[in-house]
């Protein structure tokens, strides 16, 4: 089971306390929704069972990880986004190294 949550600028957000893998729920409210260009989805999860990284790696969630798939329509090609989990990989590590992240971060590291 899974609970709507609302947060500016997404359309929908799913939070589950256990799913096999964030990008099974994001695909699953992908289809549900059809995907217009500029619809703009989230997946969490507390606990993954069966989590998949980019080309398909297994990902093992710890404790107090965080675990979830964005989902952002568009009509651009796939090839014109080949650097976007890149740049925001870079965007996120970013925004959590400014000193009031950091003490929570407490020597964690980021893994895109």
Known sequence: MYR?????????????????STMDGARQLLKEEGGASGW?????????????GRQGRS??????????????????????????????GVSVAAALSTDRCQCMLNGQMISW
Do not use: K, N
């Open 59 to 88: 990902w093992l969630s710890g404790e107090r990880a965080y675990m979830g798939t964005f989902i952002f329509c568009t009509d651009a090609p796939v090839a014109a986004l080949s650097g976007y989990s890149l740049a925001v």
């Open 4 to 20: 709507e949550i609302t947060i500016p600028g997404y359309d929908r957000v799913r939070h589950f306390d256990e799913i096999s």
């Open 40 to 52: 703009c989805g989230l997946v969490t999860a507390s606990r993954q069972s069966a989590g998949r």
